[in-house]
Nanobody, 127 residues
Framework: QVQLVESGGGLVQAGGSLRLACAGS??????????ISWFRQAPGKEREFVAG??????????HYTDSVKGRFTFSRDNAENTVLLQMNSLKPEDTALYYC????????????????WGQGTQVTVSS
């Protein structure tokens, strides 16, 4: 049974940093073949894609939404079935519940295209 567990959220001042982790289990040896992505959902807003990676011809390709480019860094350790999201220069508008999600194949930005979801970790950025 595939499970995803997020950790690392918290309260931070604007300009600060947090590192989120997503630990996967139940993938067996297939973790590297899954697209793993981070999504976030702020109160009253729809869940949105943040960053994710999937395997390509030359290795894993990483995608970011425009609003986090240059501030967030996605990484994955396939041997440990772990994905990290390093978040720097945080802004109040980054405040949201952050989710880790997995699907077979390529990264997609649509919420409904993912098969597995974690429970989320809260990130709150104060101004």
């Amino acid at each position: 049974q595939v499970q995803l567990v997020e950790s690392g959220g918290g309260l931070v001042q604007a300009g600060g940093s947090l590192r989120l982790a997503c630990a996967g289990s139940g993938f067996g040896r297939t973790f590297s073949s899954y697209a793993i992505s981070w999504f976030r959902q702020a109160p009253g807003k729809e869940r949105e894609f943040v960053a994710g990676s999937s395997i390509g011809w030359s290795g894993h390709i990483i995608h970011y939404t425009d609003s986090v480019k240059g501030r967030f860094t996605f990484s994955r350790d396939n041997a440990e079935n772990t994905v990290l999201l390093q978040m720097n220069s945080l802004k109040p508008e980054d405040t949201a519940l952050y989710y880790c999600a997995a699907r077979k194949g390529d990264v997609e930005r649509g919420v409904t295209l993912y098969d597995y979801w974690g429970q989320g970790t809260q990130v709150t950025v104060s101004s």
